[in-house]
């Protein structure tokens, strides 16, 4: 399995950035994906999950409203709009296949400050 994080960068607060996460070595389409995120000083945290259909998503309140899980099952592809974004959003970004163990890229890491 492989799961490869882009799109992070340095943006200033307010603004948006998209992460794309593209998957294989495994039947993507059938997997509920998520997106974590993680700091040094902080336990991984879940912001985002997407069903296998993408047809229902979850958020935590701390997101909810500012961020946008997708997916492309075509292109194997989950996806992450991130909008408002604020400096406590600062972190590297994950994504995961729920249930697969060892699903896990190298992340994306995003930074939000002036």
């Known amino acids: 399995v492989q799961l490869v994080e882009s799109g992070g960068g340095l943006v200033q607060p307010g603004g948006s950035l998209r992460l794309a996460c593209a998957a294989s070595g495994f039947t993507f389409s059938r997997y509920t994906m998520c997106w974590y995120r993680q700091t040094p000083e902080k336990e991984r945290q879940l912001v985002a999950t997407i069903t296998s259909a993408g047809d229902s998503t979850v958020y935590p309140d701390s997101v909810k409203g500012r961020f946008t899980i997708s997916r492309d099952n075509a292109k194997n592809t989950v996806y992450l709009q991130m909008n408002s974004l604020k400096p406590e959003d600062t972190a590297v970004y994950y994504c995961?296949?729920?249930?697969?163990?060892?699903?896990w890229g190298r992340g994306t890491q995003v930074t939000v400050s002036s």
């Open positions: 995961h296949a729920q249930g697969y163990i060892g699903s």
